[in-house]
């Protein structure tokens, strides 16, 4: 395996990164494999006089409900490292107050599409290789862009829950609801 590339990152129960928006704004976004597309928050927006043509939408995921956001219609130059992507696809919406004050976007599962990486959160970088040799594979399965993990769980009192996990870099805490704990 070589490593080809990395973006350092700063791990706080969020994969934070920096990105440059319209080659001017620096903003403070998130890694969340469980979002698709980007997500751009309204107040860092505003505060930053960036305005964009939208489209009424609802969105569901965020806070766990339904919601109506705004699509961006216009294309979004975004910067970080050495990478240069366009959106096609951007969602406006308040998530500082649902999410946390720190965040002023997030870009989904697609932004590193098509690319190896790993996360290390030793070292604070996502690494971008040229395969995954030396690994052992898990066999992932994708469900409406969500990662599926087979997983067994073993519990304190030795029972096992076994199953298909989401993984979701986007949840600052792990969710199990039983009543067995």
Do not use: C, W
Not at 12 to 21: E, L, Q, T
């Amino acid at each position: 395996m070589i490593v080809y590339d990395s973006i350092p990152i700063k791990y706080n129960r969020h994969i934070y990164f920096d990105v440059k928006v319209e080659d001017k704004i620096n903003g403070n976004f998130i890694f969340d494999t469980g979002a698709s597309g980007i997500l751009l928050d309204s107040i860092f927006l505003k505060e930053n006089n960036l305005h964009y043509k939208t489209q009424k939408i609802e969105i569901y995921g965020i806070g766990n409900s339904r919601r109506t956001a705004q699509l961006i219609t216009d294309t979004i130059h975004y910067e970080y490292h050495n990478e240069n992507p366009f959106s096609a696809l951007a969602i406006m919406f308040n998530f500082k107050d649902i999410a946390s004050r720190k965040i002023d976007g997030i870009f989904g599962i697609e932004t590193f599409a098509h690319k190896p990486y790993m996360i290390d959160y030793v070292s604070q970088k996502i690494f971008f290789t040229d395969s995954v040799k030396g690994y052992e594979p898990i066999s992932i399965q994708f469900k409406n862009r969500d990662i599926h993990l087979p997983l067994t769980i073993t519990l304190k009192n030795g029972k096992k829950i076994q199953g298909q996990f989401i993984l979701d870099t986007g949840s600052d805490r792990t969710i199990i609801n039983s009543h067995l704990f």
